[in-house]
């Protein structure tokens, strides 16, 4: 693992996230995702609070909830259990949302931003596709989503969340991030040979970008104490995702393209002059 090449990479992301051009970037993807939470939330919410309370009244999970809650010394969240299920179920495909919107909206972008002012003499292979994008990212998603409702009752044991959460997400962020980081440079087997021979690097960038997401996650989950300001909570939480993503989309690029420059002087050979 190339701990420099990371180091190097995320300084030219901080560098080039203060670019004007970056900063309104945001707003494209933050629209889109806050549009399909607006809809999703208005008309579907209400209805998946009601039917989780449904079933832990027919379960009798009421009692065993309170008692978990009594156990860690938070009794007084038991009239919240559902409103906060229903909010951690919705969790993942809120952070789903931003990152498919980063994908469409904003690595197409942020690829030309970095190749042109940084590897302007990088060839363009187009391994990649929009649909190939969006069938990689769904298949990734569905491989997250039952590995992460199988570990879910592990976040009852701190030690176990901190490792096992944090992993997860920083799997689901490389593998959709460095697929759309070098679509547009590299063909299919460079794609395929860099993500094997850079996992390590790869996982460890998702899995900080995943700590950084910590923060809009329980801004997110927040609104279950204040149901009031909850419409004002889930745009502020999508808009730092948004933020958080467009970065961590700067760090994969710069990372990616750097290895692919490197990958070709390795491996291509050099025209000889006349």
């Given at each position: 693992m190339n701990i420099a090449a990371v180091g190097i990479a995320w300084g030219r992301a901080v560098a080039a996230q203060l670019h004007i051009r970056m900063l309104l970037l945001t707003f494209?993807?933050?629209?889109?995702?806050?549009?399909i939470w607006s809809v999703a939330m208005w008309f579907g919410l209400q209805a998946m609070i009601d039917y989780i309370q449904q079933w832990f009244a027919v379960h009798n999970s009421f009692q065993t909830a309170g008692d978990v809650l009594a156990m860690l010394g938070?009794?007084?969240?038991?009239?919240?259990?559902?409103?906060?299920?229903?909010m951690w179920l919705l969790l993942p495909l809120m952070v789903f949302t931003a990152l498919l919107c980063i994908g469409l909206f904003a690595m197409p972008a942020i690829s030309r931003h970095v190749g042109i002012r940084h590897y302007p003499q990088l060839e363009q292979r187009q391994g990649g596709s929009l649909i190939g994008s969006l069938g990689y990212s769904l298949m990734s998603f569905i491989i997250f989503a039952v590995l992460w409702l199988l570990t879910l009752p592990l976040t009852l044991f701190p030690?176990?969340?901190?490792?096992?959460?944090?992993?997860?997400?920083?799997w689901l962020t490389y593998r959709v991030m460095a697929y759309d980081?070098?679509?547009?440079?590299?063909d299919r087997e460079e794609r395929i040979a860099l993500i094997r021979q850079h996992r390590g690097a790869l996982l460890l960038m998702g899995t900080i970008a995943g700590l950084f997401g910590a923060a809009p996650g329980l801004l997110w989950l927040g609104g279950v104490l204040s149901v009031m300001f909850l419409p004002v909570l889930a745009g502020l939480a999508i808009w730092l995702y948004v933020?958080?993503?467009?970065?961590?989309?700067?760090?994969f690029q710069h990372?990616?393209?750097a290895a692919l420059a490197k990958m070709r002087v390795r491996t291509e050979p050099v025209p000889?002059?006349?």
């Open positions: 494209a993807p933050f629209l889109a995702a806050l549009l938070l009794f007084a969240f038991k009239a919240m259990v559902a409103p906060l299920v229903a030690i176990a969340s901190l490792v096992i959460q944090p992993l997860l997400w920083g980081a070098l679509s547009a440079h590299a933020l958080v993503f467009v970065f961590t989309g700067l760090w990372y990616c393209l000889q002059a006349a």
